[in-house]
């Protein structure tokens, strides 16, 4: 397989080397171009101009603000974190030694999509399907059945040896 052409994954931003996968997500480095591609195919128009827009002002916190809200509305979160993670550099591992020149403003984006990632993800969770009863239920219903037993056998053994004397 071709090493990947690219110097991170266009998944997780992940240095790649000679790897034919991602060591971090898994992406097959034939599959990266192809990766970027379908993303950005799937990402609205005004999004992209909201970039265009952040890039253009990048200390106008009103257009990062805008980005995020059109990320969070059409859900393009892979998308616009690649786009912040372009601008910080993620070309090595994700955790610089201190000192190391990141930008401040991609790095709060950047929390700032996880954390409205996370929250997209949590609210529109739905409760697992119900796969009928549970196996404690199949365990309490035998192990009733064979305390009826019992207790019946007790009552004809007592039975039994009253009737006998």
């Known amino acids: 397989m071709a090493a990947s052409a690219t110097s991170s994954c266009p998944k997780c931003g992940?240095?790649?080397?000679?790897?034919t996968a991602?060591?971090?997500?898994?992406?097959?480095a034939d599959k990266m171009s192809g990766f970027s591609s379908q993303l950005d195919d799937?990402?609205?128009d005004v999004a992209r101009v909201a970039w265009e827009r952040v890039k253009a002002h990048w200390d106008d916190a009103a257009a990062h603000d805008?980005?995020?809200?059109?990320?969070?509305l059409h859900g393009c979160y892979s998308w616009a974190v690649?786009?912040?993670?372009?601008?910080?550099?993620?070309?090595?591992?994700?955790?610089r030694e201190i000192g190391d020149a990141r930008d401040p403003v991609a790095e709060r984006q950047l929390d700032r999509l996880r954390r409205a990632a996370e929250v997209a993800?949590?609210?529109?969770?739905?409760?697992?399907?119900?796969?009928g009863p549970s196996s404690y239920a199949s365990a309490k219903l035998i192990l009733g059945i064979v305390i009826m037993l019992i207790l019946v056998g007790l009552a004809y053994t007592t039975y039994q040896s009253m009737t006998v004397r």
């Open 14 to 19: 992940t240095a790649q080397g000679n790897a």
């Open 22 to 28: 991602c060591p971090k997500c898994g992406l097959r």
């Open 42 to 44: 799937t990402v609205p």
């Open 66 to 72: 805008e980005l995020l809200r059109l990320t969070t």
């Open 82 to 95: 690649s786009r912040y993670r372009e601008v910080r550099g993620e070309a090595g591992p994700p955790f």
């Open 121 to 131: 993800l949590l609210t529109t969770a739905s409760p697992r399907p119900d796969k």
